[in-house]
C-alpha cells in the first residue's frame, strides 16, 4: 500500500513544483522535489535504523507516521491551490504517454536507473570482496554515496534549465565511462570511494532532466505522463537488479561496474536517437513553447 503512494506523490509533487516557479527555473524545481528523496534516504536509513534498534521495529512505523501528518499539514498550509485551465481526459492522458517520443524518453530513463540498480543493488558485496572493506564501513560508504546523488540530482535540475537534452547526453556519457573506470578503481579503497562519489553525481544528474523532458513532451496532459515516468524508472530498477544478478551468477561481481556501463551507454545511444528526431521534427524549437504551456494551463491561486 506504500508503495503506491511512490509514484503517485513524485509525480504529482514534480507537476505541482513546476507550476509555482518561473520557466527558466522549472528543472531545479523538479530537482528540488527529487532532492527530498535523496536526502531521505541519508538521514531516513540510518535514523530509522536506529530508532528500531532502540525501540523496537513498531517504532519505526510510527515515526514515519507522524512525519507523514507534519508532511501532510505542510502542504496544507503551504501549497497554493493550483486552478486547471481544463481537464484533460482520461484518453488524453493515456494518448500522451504512448506518443513515440514520450515512450523513447521514458524507456532512456528505465535505462538510466537499470544502470544504477545492475551495480548499487549488489554494492555492498562488491565492496567487501573486491575492495576489500569490511561490512561496518560499507554503511558509511554508503552515506557518501547518498550525499554524491544529492549534489548531482541538484546539479541535474540546473543543467536542464540551461540545456536538456545536450545536458543529458553528456551525462549519459560521463556515467558509461565512470562505470567502465569503477571495474579497474574498485581494486583500490581510496579509488573505489572516489568514483563511487563520482558515479552518484553522475547517475543521479539524469533524473531532473528526464522527468521535465517528459512534462514537457505532454504538456497538455502531463500527470499521468509525469507518474509515468517513475513507473518506468522503477520498472529500470528490478530490471538492472535482475540482469545484474545474471550476471554474478555467470561472471561473478566484477562483471557488473561493466553491465551498469553498458546500459548507461544504451541510455546514452538513446538520448542521441531523440536528439536526432526533434531536430527532423522540429521538436527541440517548440520545447520551451511546451514548458511555458504547463504553466499557462495550470496557475496556483
Avoid at 127 to 155: D, K
Avoid at 226 to 250: D, R
Wanted: aromatic share 8%.
Amino acid at each position: 500500500m506504500t508503495a503506491l503512494a511512490h509514484g503517485t506523490f513524485l509525480g504529482s509533487g514534480t507537476l505541482i513544483a513546476t507550476h509555482l516557479v518561473p520557466t527558466h527555473k522549472k528543472g531545479s524545481a523538479v530537482a528540488l522535489v527529487l532532492a527530498g528523496l535523496t536526502i531521505a534516504n541519508i538521514v531516513g536509513v540510518p535514523f530509522g535504523t536506529f530508532i528500531g534498534q532502540e525501540f523496537g521495529w513498531r517504532a519505526s512505523f510510527g515515526v514515519i507516521t507522524v512525519l507523514g501528518i507534519i508532511a501532510l499539514a505542510g502542504i496544507w498550509k503551504n501549497i497554493p491551490v493550483i486552478t486547471e485551465s481544463y481537464n484533460a481526459s482520461v484518453m488524453q492522458e493515456i494518448k500522451a504517454v504512448v506518443r513515440p517520443q514520450v515512450l523513447l524518453m521514458l524507456i532512456t530513463g528505465l535505462f538510466g536507473c537499470a544502470s544504477l540498480f545492475a551495480l548499487f543493488t549488489y554494492i555492498s558485496p562488491v565492496l567487501q570482496e573486491i575492495s576489500g572493506f569490511q561490512e561496518q564501513n560499507v554503511t558509511w560508504i554508503l552515506v557518501i554515496f547518498g550525499i554524491s546523488v544529492t549534489i548531482g540530482n541538484l546539479i541535474g535540475g540546473k543543467l536542464a534549465d540551461w540545456k536538456l537534452l545536450p545536458a543529458l547526453m553528456v551525462n549519459f556519457a560521463i556515467l558509461s565511462i565512470v562505470l567502465a573506470a569503477f571495474s579497474v578503481t574498485l581494486h583500490n579503497p581510496t579509488l573505489a570511494i572516489a568514483t563511487l562519489f563520482i558515479w552518484g553525481i553522475a547517475a543521479f544528474s539524469i533524473m531532473p532532466g528526464i522527468q521535465l523532458r517528459t512534462m514537457t513532451l505532454a504538456s497538455e496532459a502531463p500527470m499521468l505522463v509525469a507518474t509515468s515516468n517513475h513507473s518506468f524508472l522503477n520498472i529500470g530498477n528490478a530490471f538492472g537488479a535482475y540482469i545484474g544478478g545474471v550476471v554474478i551468477t555467470h561472471s561473478g561481481l566484477g562483471g557488473l561496474p561493466w553491465l551498469a556501463a553498458v546500459l548507461a551507454l544504451i541510455g546514452f545511444l538513446l538520448v542521441i536517437v531523440i536528439i536526432l528526431t526533434d531536430k527532423k521534427s522540429g521538436h527541440i524549437q517548440v520545447d520551451q513553447k511546451n514548458i511555458t504551456s504547463i504553466t499557462k494551463h495550470s496557475q496556483p491561486n
